[in-house]
């Protein structure tokens, strides 16, 4: 309960977070045009907090979402109430003032902020660290294990080699990390014979359709637990060194893979915690096969790098923008044309956002890292389909009034307070359609 609960208030204020960029495009653009912000509001209802002189910063008492209040009002309803056919007294400052382009800058800044901030998000993932492999040169025989390499190259072992020791180096060549040691193997895949060297000693091996059986050594250490798995509620912990599966040493990685394969109904895991020896007993959960599934991951060596400059993090941050705004441009267009139904296209747009914090919350119990990605990830896929929603041509959307501004700009004069009106009670109208569709289209 506690879980579902925090994801939903992650994914709410994820939502939020979006929706206040793309009012604080609107605040800014504003200021720099000379159009007066009445109010900022982050969430709707009555003001539980407000600040500020020149600008109402508020907090609503539903604080998901906002909005951005413009000077305005009383010019229009003036304007009905006088009767007059275009909006031509507005006070100075008032968003009817202005002139149809600098509407049309204020409506684009909206959208135009959703990109920005998407490009932002990728930006930072492309810039964060990545683990780079660095596990050093210890391997395993794959014929150790014939149930999980039935067709294993046995040169290794029959050269005397065995699981568990460190290569130093093959072909004279010097290795410091497995991965070497595997680039290496692998341009000499076609040899007859590779000189290996381990703990002093030299092993002549040759492959066997190219492939040398050696494998990767890793401690079986837990690494991470999934939560509400039978290995988290019996006490399995991250850090935990795994001694023996079921009575079986357990020495590396395959060990754990053979225990998957056992299908057994109660599994018992000695482990070292902390200098003390614990046993971890449960009942597993099976796949439809029978077998294990193994609920955890294991610790695997390797440093934090970045892998991009800055150049190229930015320019593949706004080639991904791109690709997201366009395909969502296009299953816009396919709607329209009839070949993808309203549900999948406009609600699953909405309904992925609502992802965002169970999948968040998922990464961030994997490790920061993975959280932080996955969370910058999905802000940045909703935040540019909020834009492509925000410029379809309709009333109250963006795209609507861009629409409005550039037949001013055209006519080079203000619509009647009429039209306005007329605007904000059917782009209200189609809200609440958009919510129907959202609820009940199929």
Aim: aromatic fraction near 10%; hydrophobic fraction near 45%; charge should be neutral.
């Amino acid at each position: 309960m506690v879980n579902t609960a925090w994801s939903i208030a992650i994914g709410l204020l994820g939502i939020s977070v979006m929706i206040l960029i793309h009012e604080l495009g609107h605040f800014l653009a504003a200021l720099m045009l000379g159009i007066e912000v009445e109010i900022v509001s982050f969430g709707f209802g009555p003001p539980i907090f407000k600040w500020g002189r020149r600008f109402r910063f508020q907090i609503g008492a539903l604080p998901f979402g906002g909005y951005c209040k413009m000077k305005g009002e009383g010019d229009l309803k003036k304007a009905l109430a006088r009767k007059d056919r275009y909006v031509n007294e507005a006070e100075q400052g008032s968003l009817y003032a202005a002139s149809p382009w600098k509407r049309l800058v204020l409506y684009l800044l909206g959208p135009v902020s959703n990109i920005l901030f998407a490009i932002i998000c990728f930006f930072f993932i492309l810039m964060l660290p990545v683990m780079i492999p660095a596990s050093e040169p210890r391997i395993v025989l794959a014929s150790d294990y014939p149930e999980l390499f039935p067709d294993s190259n046995d040169s290794p072992a029959r050269a005397g080699m065995r699981s568990g020791q460190v290569v130093q180096a093959v072909d004279g060549i010097e290795v410091t990390t497995f991965e070497q040691m595997e680039g290496l193997l692998r341009d000499r895949r076609q040899n007859e014979s590779v000189l290996i060297l381990s703990e002093g000693r030299e092993y002549v091996i040759s492959p066997a359709g190219g492939i040398f059986g050696l494998a990767e050594f890793v401690k079986p250490i837990v690494a991470s637990v999934a939560n509400d798995s039978p290995e988290k509620e019996a006490g399995l912990q991250t850090g935990d060194l795994i001694v023996s599966a079921n009575g079986l040493p357990a020495e590396n990685m395959f060990d754990i893979l053979m225990l998957r394969r056992s299908g057994a109904d109660i599994v018992d895991l000695k482990i070292l915690r902390s200098g003390n020896f614990l046993n971890v007993v449960y009942y597993p959960s099976k796949n439809a096969d029978g077998r294990i599934n193994v609920n955890f991951t294991l610790r695997m060596d390797g440093r934090m790098e970045r892998t991009r400059t800055f150049g190229e993090a930015l320019r593949q941050a706004i080639r991904q923008t791109w690709s997201i705004f366009d395909s969502g441009l296009k299953s816009l267009y396919y709607m329209l044309m009839g070949q993808n139904s309203v549900h999948g296209t406009v609600a699953g747009t909405f309904s992925a956002s609502s992802s965002i914090g169970e999948m968040t919350a998922s990464g961030f119990n994997r490790s920061f890292n993975t959280g932080l990605r996955t969370a910058l990830y999905l802000l940045a896929v909703v935040s540019t389909s909020l834009a492509v929603v925000n410029l379809l041509p309709l009333p109250s959307l963006d795209g609507g009034l861009i629409l409005l501004s550039l037949v001013e700009l055209i006519k080079g004069k203000n619509s009647s307070p009429k039209v306005y009106m007329a605007f904000q009670a059917l782009g209200f109208a189609l809200i609440i359609a958009f919510t129907l569709i959202i609820s009940f289209a199929k």
